[in-house]
């Protein structure tokens, strides 16, 4: 996939654990890790701008853009 998902490297940045981060942006535990693990197939963007919102960064901090290989 071209798409790859950065959160794990925010979090990480921010000292913030999934719980808190979870807790914050009103999502499941298990759905948040989906997410931080690149197991989706989308994200909503209210989903995407509250994260934003908690981590005080932008969508381009978040989601890399990588050329697939083929």
Not at 25 to 31: L, M, P, R, Y
Not at 32 to 37: A, E
Not at 58 to 69: A, M, N, R, S, V
Request: net charge negative; charged share 35%.
């Amino acid at each position: 996939m071209a798409i790859i998902l950065r959160l794990d490297r925010m979090m990480a940045d921010r000292k913030m654990s999934l719980n808190e981060l979870a807790e914050r942006v009103d999502i499941s535990n298990v759905n948040l890790s989906k997410i931080k693990t690149g197991k989706v197939n989308g994200v909503r963007f209210t989903t995407l701008n509250a994260i934003c919102k908690a981590l005080e960064c932008q969508p381009g901090d978040i989601l890399e853009y990588k050329e697939d290989e083929d």
